[in-house]
């Protein structure tokens, strides 16, 4: 077996095993979100309690893909809308706290094509709790975003509602 047909196999599989333990889940939201954090894992006990943990974290009971949702910083929730403008919504500036990889070119990448194209097409993952929205995924662009249009703007997102 060719290599790369070996590892597309283990991917399949894992992305696969990840959809039957979040099966009300969009496979968007397992590709992007679950899949992309659970790759690393390579031990399948710490793999099994990083499922259990989201799990716990996460008790989604539905998804909705809104497709011009109105993206604003009063929406977030108060820990969501500190952290984007710890990483430098709001002025002039990008912060790495978390000495996130590649940071910076990540964020290059993602205010070129806002230039280029405007608002992403690829949805960010939010969680909606009582009243207040969490970011899960798509920091890079939400954080472009907000640098282009300080106000806000509208633009797809997987929302899970808690």
């Known amino acids: 077996m060719r290599s790369k ?16 333990q979040f099966p009300t889940w969009p496979a968007y939201v397992v590709n992007d979100l679950l899949y992309k954090n659970a790759k690393g894992i390579t031990d399948s006990a710490e793999l099994e309690d990083w499922i259990a943990g989201i799990k716990k974290d996460y008790k989604v009971k539905r998804w909705e893909l809104v497709n011009d949702m109105p ?30 990889t590649k940071d910076a070119e990540r964020h290059a990448t993602q205010a070129a094509m806002i ?13 909606k709790g009582r009243h207040q929205y969490y ?3 798509g920091w890079h662009r939400t954080i472009q975003h907000f640098k282009a249009n300080p106000q806000g703007y509208k633009g797809p997102a997987w929302v899970g509602y808690l």
């Open 71 to 100: 993206i604003t910083l009063k929406m977030f929730h108060p820990s969501t809308r500190n952290h984007l403008i710890a990483r430098g919504v709001g002025d002039d500036t990008i912060r790495n706290p978390n000495n996130v």
């Open 5 to 20: 047909e070996f590892i597309t196999e283990l991917r399949n599989r894992l992305q696969d095993y990840l959809q039957q």
């Open 115 to 127: 230039q280029q194209r405007g608002i992403s097409p690829e949805p960010i993952v939010l969680m």
């Open 135 to 137: 970011l899960i995924e």
